[in-house]
T-cell receptor, first 114, second 113 residues
C-alpha cells in the first residue's frame, strides 16, 4: 500500500521568512496530493492540493510543487505570519476504480516567531 | 469544513462501556474515512467506507471496533468495552467520490476513565 514520509517533523521560522515542508510517497499510481493545516483542538483543514498532471500550484502565499519522477511533493509558505503556526499534514490518494484511500504523512509542527 | 458534522465533540466513558461516534458527511458525499489521532501525533487511518460498504478496514483493530455507513443516516464508529488506550481524538472526513477533496469534521475527543 501507499506510504507517505514527511519532513521535517518540526520547523521554526521568523515571521516573514519562508517555510518549506517536503513529502515523499511510494505508490507511483498515486494521483492526488492534498495538504492540510490543523490548529490546536480543531480538525484538519484542506489548504491546497495538486493533481498528478500538474507540476506546481499556487494560492496567494502558499504553493505546492510535485515531482512525479522522484515521487515527492512540497509545500511552500512565503512571508510567514504567526497565524501560520499549526501542524501541517501532507497526504496522497491512489485512485483505484471508484475508490481512493487517503494516506497521511506524520505531520510538521510549524512555529512562526514574531 | 463546517459541512462535516461529528458528534459528540467530547465523550467520556468508563472502562468497559461502549462508545458511539457519529459522522454526518458533507451533503452529497458518499465516501467516509475515519482516523484516530493521539496528542502530538499524526492521523492514523482506521477505516474507509462507501455507502453501505466497507472498502478498507485495514487500520481498524479487529476486536471491539466496528464501523458502518448506512444508506440513510450518519456513519457510526463503535467501540465496545472501551479501555484507557482508546482515549484519543477521532476524526472523520468525507469525499464526494473517493479521489478528490476530502473534508474533515472537528473530531470527537474520547476520554476513557
Amino acid at each position: 500500500g501507499e506510504n507517505v514520509e514527511q519532513h521535517p517533523s518540526t520547523l521554526s521560522v521568523q515571521e516573514g521568512d519562508s517555510a518549506v515542508i517536503k513529502c515523499t510517497y511510494s505508490d507511483s499510481a498515486s494521483n492526488y496530493f492534498p495538504w492540510y493545516k490543523q490548529e490546536l483542538g480543531k480538525g484538519p483543514q484542506l489548504i491546497i492540493d495538486i493533481r498528478s498532471n500538474v507540476g506546481e500550484k499556487k494560492d496567494q502565499r502558499i504553493a505546492v510543487t510535485l515531482n512525479k519522477t522522484a515521487k515527492h511533493f512540497s509545500l511552500h509558505i512565503t512571508e510567514t505570519q504567526p497565524e501560520d503556526s499549526a501542524v501541517y499534514f501532507c497526504a496522497a490518494i491512489t485512485r483505484r476504480g471508484s475508490q481512493g484511500n487517503l494516506i497521511f504523512g506524520k505531520g510538521t509542527k510549524l512555529s512562526v516567531k514574531p | 469544513n463546517a459541512g462535516v458534522m461529528q458528534n459528540p465533540r467530547h465523550l467520556v466513558r468508563r472502562r468497559g462501556q461502549e462508545a458511539r461516534l457519529r459522522c454526518s458527511p458533507v451533503k452529497g458525499h458518499s465516501h467516509v474515512y475515519w482516523y484516530r489521532q493521539l496528542p502530538e501525533e499524526g492521523l492514523k487511518f482506521m477505516v474507509y467506507l462507501q455507502k453501505e460498504n466497507i472498502i478498507d478496514e485495514s487500520g481498524m483493530p479487529k476486536e471491539r471496533f466496528s464501523a458502518e455507513f448506512p444508506k440513510e443516516g450518519p456513519s457510526i464508529l463503535r467501540i465496545q468495552q472501551v479501555v484507557r488506550g482508546d482515549s484519543a481524538a477521532y476524526f472523520c472526513a468525507s469525499s464526494q467520490n473517493g479521489w478528490t477533496e476530502a473534508f474533515f469534521g472537528q473530531g470527537t475527543r474520547l476520554t476513557v476513565v
